[in-house]
């Protein structure tokens, strides 16, 4: 009679190890939407041309990086790809999220380095650009950037400006809050029979 209500408790140790399990995969998205909160509102200046409010954080300009951070995943680009970098996986007892973005410069901004100098081919956009400027101005350098078929971007040293590890760094306390909220309410459901 003991070991048949030994092995009962140990399928029902087993039973609630995969219902936490699930429960902590289910949270995933939860946890990965408030580290993306918290990369959209504390990490990245809000709007605008020109210089940063704060030299340390990101000025937005076209939207592209902060909507490829947003909770739930981010938009679709014009390639129509997800640029959102949002993964669970399950490897063993562990679940590993995994949050960033597939925007290109991304990287150069969150580690800082050297940028190398570059030629540009002059988009039609670019070439738009170009002549209102020129017009606005008066300034011949915009018609001849405007007249040529690529521009020379010359290298330039990146300062350090991280989004994604300060934003991680300091959900620690609200992802830890979140699963414990998740796990005790698990735990309350579990009655052991």
Not at 14 to 42: H, Y
Not at 62 to 74: D, N
Not at 80 to 94: F, H, T
Request: proline fraction near 6%; include cysteine.
């Amino acid at each position: 009679m003991l070991k048949n209500n030994c092995n009962e408790e140990a399928l029902n140790i087993q039973t609630f190890a995969r219902r936490m399990k699930q429960t902590l995969v289910e949270s995933g998205g939860e946890t990965l939407d408030i580290v993306a909160v918290r990369a959209q509102g504390n990490m990245i200046n809000p709007g605008g041309m020109g210089e940063p409010i704060d030299a340390d954080k990101l000025t937005t300009r076209s939207g592209r990086l902060m909507k490829s951070i947003g909770p739930a995943g981010g938009v679709f680009n014009s390639s129509g790809n997800r640029e959102a970098i949002r993964e669970i996986d399950v490897k063993g007892n562990k679940v590993i999220l995994t949050f960033g973005s597939e925007v290109p410069y991304l990287p150069p901004h969150e580690y800082g380095g050297a940028m190398p100098a570059r030629d540009q081919i002059v988009t039609d956009r670019m070439r738009r650009f170009f002549w209102a400027k020129m017009y606005e101005t008066g300034d011949e350098k915009f018609k001849a950037m405007a007249l040529s078929q690529s521009i020379h971007i010359p290298g330039y040293n990146m300062p350090k400006r991280p989004v994604i590890t300060p934003a991680a760094n300091d959900s620690i306390s609200d992802i830890e809050n979140l699963m414990r909220r998740k796990l005790e309410g698990l735990a309350s459901g579990y009655s052991g029979e």
